[in-house]
């Protein structure tokens, strides 16, 4: 941050990457979803920025109207203030300075994870310049007809005293009661019965509803029944809305609290009662139990109707209810006058433009999802009722319902006011603004244009937009995704992203979504201090493919810490192994005649192409693999081992030393996006370097085919094969690694034994041996191990290693014991009796007793054969 590095300008000579942060809530703190959303956005800006791209990740915070305003409310109450007592202005105040004071945290915090945002335009969707393109923007949808205000039935939270749009509300299955109420028949001893969820809304019952196409009811048409308690007289009515095998056919219609009894209410001309109160209590329309809270009046009525005789039974029930996303409270369905934008026409340009693939998903499975939910989109409410937030900009000045104006001010409004009802004398007193906020999400579909001043502005925009990738989550596609593609092609005529990369959601080991309600969600700052930012960064790289849900465990970043170290350890070897006043100069010019320096370049130019092409399909956890293979397994485990001098007293010579640094300076460059610390803090001490050296802003790895030579990796795969081989040998013999061994090889051809024979010093190197005899004409000697590498046969002499009667003894009677024991195991599952009746687990074990039983026979029974 003080060298810049981070920070983009306009400059036409370099090809802009953008990333815009998906931004948090202002107030918010880190949790482990935005641990794993900006890690993925920093190591995709991190490698553009190598790539010599003007990398530019715009951070920012969103205002968050009900999380923030519900904090603002609570932190009142506790200091005995309600929001009710307040003036707007007063409690914007209290806003403005929670705002202040919990603001931004969220940041601070990304930037101890090593966020490489550009700090300098860290955004907010409440300041002076963003609220003024929001609101411009409703204006402007108002202006072209696609914003209208109208009553209609929406998701109401009797909490946070608030409409919902539909994708605000959850949607979970509960436990809950079926009440079967009987209504009498108008003029008759007879009833109908109706079975409902919610017996607390028969108060506003305005009709019952049967199928004109059942002939159970037919004796129904035409008729009035009277609802239970309230003795109001209600028609039934015919609509084929009804399902016919549901209960007894009969529905009961309540208007104003039920999105398609709503419907049939518009249909049929129906009386609309609203008999709940905007905090979920009853209202006076609904005559009974005023001022009650709903669950209260649903266990008071079913008593009530159960002593009137209505209540015919209750019934446990399995149903899904409607949960406000942010308060986590059951929504109400709720007639109201709110506003709504247009969706069909805006949605268009957005759906064709996913589906096409000019905007790509990864993974492109989302698709589905998506296109099901734009061909079925509907019109978004977007008033909320809440001070904290962007104002309406709409204008009232009489009591009709199309008695106002949209304007961006007040001296605007009242021109407009006065020539639309045609009164001249009209005062700027006489005008009332609009008491509701737009929905969050008004504001931050604006986002990747509004960051650049889009609105206003050209230069940036122009530049800047459409961005690169956007990283996000899945369960915010319509909220967000789908909104800002809207907006791209409403207002810049251009997509805002040409990529969607879906994170999946963080779990706990038990599969729970984590949050902190549930006390699952360990403190990122915590594991950061615990295991270093890059190994959590690392742990958590390692284990989410694009899409999939992470099951974490602190564990993987534990794995990350211990990656650290051996990078470091390496590292300082190879620092302890350098000769003091000797200025080394890193080098990718190897040695061409030591076939372990061709095989680890080929090794690294290799990965840069693998890693190349999972960044471009957005498989950034396999890139990661990729590069932890080539750092811990090739370069630490075996080239780094092959480099040691012979005796611990000598150093490195100069050139080897050279070569060395050279290579880890490659690996570096590979791991800067996914652990940038340890990369920069190694980087700058392999050489001295200038700010404009800095490992951050250098260049992303070439690959080059001439060093990618598949037969120099072949072969030293094969030489790897046949250490390993080595090894096992020892450890099944029990012969110690210092213990030299006699080696014979015999080869497939006599040029892989020349092959094996120029660079048999790595063999020598590895293993304590006493001779090395590598010829395709080779006899296998009498009592021995052995083992195949890629067809080439490996034998060790045990004469004078081990007592070859005593290891013959040993292993016969192993295999004497286990035809034993299989003897009993083939019994049981020979046994029809057995296997018909035990349990499925219990048979399959023991089959899986007599699969590895059988295995290890074999392998005895083979290595008896090397005595022959």
């Not at 409310?73 to 929001?83: A, D, Q, S, Y």
């Not at 890059?534 to 742990?539: F, I, P």
């Amino acid at each position: 941050m003080e060298q810049d590095y981070f920070h983009s300008e306009v400059d036409h000579n370099k090809e802009p990457f953008t990333i815009v942060i998906p931004p948090p809530n202002v107030t918010g703190v880190l949790h482990m979803g935005h641990m794993l959303n900006n890690t993925i956005q920093d190591v995709l800006t991190r490698r553009a920025r190598m790539q010599g791209f003007n990398a530019c990740w715009v951070p920012g915070t969103d205002h968050a109207s009900i999380a923030t305003e519900a904090k603002v409310v609570r932190k009142l109450r506790e200091e005995g203030i309600k929001k009710s007592d307040l003036s707007r202005d007063k409690f914007l105040e209290h806003a403005w300075e929670w705002t202040h004071k919990h603001g931004g945290i969220i940041l601070e915090q990304l930037k101890k994870l090593g966020a490489s945002c550009d700090w300098d335009r860290t955004s907010f969707t409440m300041d002076e310049k963003y609220s003024e393109s929001v609101i411009d923007t409703f204006i402007d949808l108002y202006s072209k007809g696609k914003i209208y205000r109208g009553a209609r039935m929406i998701n109401w939270d009797p909490a946070a005293l608030t409409a919902l749009s539909d994708e605000e509300v959850i949607h979970k299955e509960v436990s809950s009661k079926l009440y079967h109420v009987r209504y009498q028949i108008v003029g008759s001893d007879d009833f109908v019965t109706i079975a409902t969820t919610r017996p607390e809304t028969i108060l506003g019952d305005t009709a019952v509803c049967i199928n004109p196409n059942d002939e159970r009811n037919t004796h129904l048409h035409d008729k009035n029944v009277i609802v239970p308690l309230v003795n109001r007289e209600v028609p039934i009515i015919l609509d084929d809305y009804v399902d016919m095998e549901f209960g007894t056919g009969c529905l009961k219609v309540t208007p104003a609290h039920d999105v398609n009894d709503y419907e049939l209410g518009q249909k049929h001309n129906l009386d609309t009662i609203n008999m709940m109160n905007a905090d979920g209590t009853i209202s006076e329309e609904g005559e009974l139990y005023i001022g009650m809270d709903r669950f209260e009046v649903r266990k008071q009525i079913a008593k009530d109707l159960e002593e009137a005789g209505n209540l015919v039974k209750i019934e446990d029930y399995q149903n899904k209810v409607g949960y406000s996303e942010r308060t986590d409270v059951v929504i109400e369905p709720r007639l109201s006058l709110q506003w709504w934008v247009s969706m069909k026409e805006l949605a268009q340009p957005a759906l064709e433009n996913v589906m096409n693939d000019n905007i790509q998903f990864h993974p492109a499975k989302f698709k589905n999802t998506y296109r099901h939910w734009m061909e079925n989109v509907k019109d978004w409410c977007i008033s909320r009722q809440l001070w904290w937030g962007h104002r309406i900009p709409a204008f009232y000045y009489g009591e009709g319902d199309d008695d106002f104006v949209v304007a961006k001010t007040l001296e605007e409004a009242l021109e407009a006011a006065k020539q639309k009802c045609g009164n001249p004398n009209l005062q700027a007193s006489d005008l009332k603004q609009d008491e509701d906020v737009l929905d969050t999400w008004f504001s931050s579909w604006l986002w990747p244009i509004s960051v650049f001043d889009g609105f206003y502005t050209e230069e940036e925009v122009d530049y800047y937009y459409p961005t690169n990738d956007l990283v996000t989550a899945p369960e915010i596609m319509f909220f967000w995704v789908a909104r800002m593609i809207i907006a791209g092609y409403e207002y810049r005529g251009d997509l805002p992203f040409r990529n969607v990369y879906y994170t999946g959601i963080v779990r706990d080991k038990l599969g729970r979504k984590m949050s902190k309600s549930l006390g699952n969600s360990p403190d990122p700052l915590e594991l950061i201090a615990e295991y270093g930012a890059d190994g959590v960064r690392m742990g958590m790289l390692f284990s989410t493919p694009a899409g999939n849900d992470l099951p974490f465990d602190p564990s993987i970043c534990e794995q990350g810490k211990k990656f650290s170290n051996k990078i470091w350890n390496a590292f300082r070897f190879l620092t302890m192994n350098m000769e003091e006043g000797v200025e080394y100069q890193p080098t990718t010019e190897i040695d061409n005649e030591n076939l372990v320096d061709r095989w680890m370049m080929a090794r690294i130019h290799q990965t840069i192409k693998e890693v190349d092409e999972d960044f471009k399909n957005y498989k950034l956890n396999d890139a990661l693999k990729k590069v932890y293979s080539l750092i811990w397994d090739d370069f630490c485990d075996w080239y780094i081992e092959l480099a040691k001098p012979d005796t611990y007293s000598n150093k490195f010579d100069v050139e080897k030393m050279n070569i060395a640094l050279g290579m880890f300076e490659q690996l570096m460059k590979l791991l800067h996006p996914f652990m940038p610390f340890i990369s920069e803090e190694i980087w700058q001490y392999i050489q001295g370097r200038k700010p404009e050296e800095a490992l951050v802003i250098s260049e992303w790895p070439e690959y080059n085919s001439s060093f990618d030579v598949q037969s120099d990796v072949d072969l030293f795969s094969t030489i790897q094969d046949m250490v390993s081989s080595l090894r096992n040998i020892r450890a099944e013999m029990g012969v110690s690694p210092k213990e030299e061994l006699e080696v014979l090889i015999k080869t497939t051809s006599p040029e892989i034994a020349d092959q094996l024979t120029a660079n048999q010093w790595i063999l020598t190197k590895l293993q304590a041996l006493k001779s090395l005899e590598i010829s395709a004409n080779i006899t296998k000697p009498g009592a021995c191990s052995s083992a195949i590498v890629n067809g080439n046969e490996i034998y060790v002499p045990l004469e004078g290693l081990i007592d070859v009667d005593k290891e013959i003894e040993r292993i016969n009677s192993e295999i004497s014991r286990i035809e034993g024991w299989l003897k009993g195991i083939n019994g049981k599952l020979n046994n029809k009796n057995f296997v018909n009746n035990a349990p499925e687990a219990v048979v399959q074990n023991e089959r899986n007793k007599k699969r590895d039983g059988e295995a290890n026979l074999a392998k005895l029974k083979e290595q008896l054969k090397d005595f022959e």
